[in-house]
């Protein structure tokens, strides 16, 4: 029943929001082609790809949640059978190039637009993961830094201490604890 109900208006959400959506590009447009229907189901159709891996893949959600928004919301706001109706008339009126365009750019259209959104969570997870692994690897970089020139500066062996004097070109001992800080900060240490 919380699914009916979910759905239910998760569906008046999305058929206000095709109506405003493809009404706003009639009225810049115009209605030789049925630009805003294009629109409206290109865009339904990269939030169906998008959305879907997005709360099966990233986000648990609820069972509800997930009907009210792809089933109700994106349901009511991609509109096939206005696709349909549309194409017919079309055809009706003896535009064939443009209910032929029409039924390539949706077919084709809508197709790239799922796979895109799917694109799209698949690079937000990859930048996801970097982000995660980011300081981890910061900290390493520092750490294998601090090992290599703790021991070696231009071939000749020297100490930690005499390697910071050779670095901070006789900076005070305030200016190159800043600077050591600062590299410190930057390796999350």
Same mark, same amino acid.
């Given at each position: 029943?919380?699914?009916? +109900?979910? +759905?239910? *208006?998760?569906?008046s959400?999305g058929?206000?929001?095709?109506f405003?959506?493809?009404?706003? +590009?009639? %009225?810049?447009?115009?209605?030789?082609?049925?630009?805003? /229907?294009l629109?409206? !189901?290109v865009?339904?159709?990269?939030?169906?790809?998008?959305? /879907?891996? *997005?709360? #099966?893949?990233?986000f648990?959600?609820? &069972?509800e949640?997930?009907?009210? @928004?792809? &089933? =109700?919301? *994106?349901?009511?706001? /991609?509109?096939?059978?206005?696709?349909?109706?549309e194409?017919?008339?079309?055809?009706?009126?003896?535009c064939?190039?443009?209910?032929?365009? !029409? @039924?390539?750019?949706?077919?084709v259209l809508?197709?790239? =637009?799922v796979?895109? $959104?799917? $694109?799209? !969570?698949?690079?937000?997870?990859?930048? #996801?993961?970097l982000?995660?692994?980011?300081?981890s690897?910061?900290?390493? &970089?520092?750490?294998?830094?601090?090992?290599?020139? %703790? $021991?070696?500066?231009? =071939? +000749?062996?020297?100490?930690?201490?005499?390697?910071? %004097?050779?670095? /901070? =070109?006789?900076?005070?001992?305030?200016?190159?604890r800043? %600077?050591?800080?600062?590299? !410190? #900060?930057?390796?999350?240490?």
């Amino acid at each position: 029943m919380k699914e009916l +109900i979910a +759905i239910a *208006l998760g569906g008046s959400l999305g058929a206000v929001t095709r109506f405003l959506v493809a009404n706003g +590009i009639y %009225a810049v447009l115009g209605r030789s082609f049925p630009h805003g /229907t294009l629109f409206v !189901n290109v865009s339904g159709s990269f939030l169906m790809g998008l959305l /879907t891996q *997005l709360m #099966l893949q990233r986000f648990a959600m609820a &069972v509800e949640y997930r009907a009210a @928004i792809l &089933v =109700g919301f *994106l349901g009511a706001y /991609t509109t096939f059978s206005t696709f349909a109706l549309e194409t017919l008339y079309l055809f009706e009126e003896g535009c064939l190039l443009k209910a032929f365009l !029409n @039924i390539f750019l949706s077919a084709v259209l809508c197709l790239a =637009g799922v796979r895109s $959104g799917m $694109g799209v !969570n698949d690079l937000c997870q990859r930048c #996801l993961s970097l982000a995660r692994a980011w300081p981890s690897l910061c900290r390493y &970089v520092a750490r294998a830094s601090r090992r290599l020139f %703790a $021991g070696y500066a231009g =071939g +000749i062996r020297v100490s930690a201490d005499e390697l910071h %004097a050779r670095v /901070t =070109g006789g900076r005070s001992y305030f200016a190159a604890r800043r %600077a050591d800080d600062f590299v !410190n #900060l930057l390796a999350g240490v």
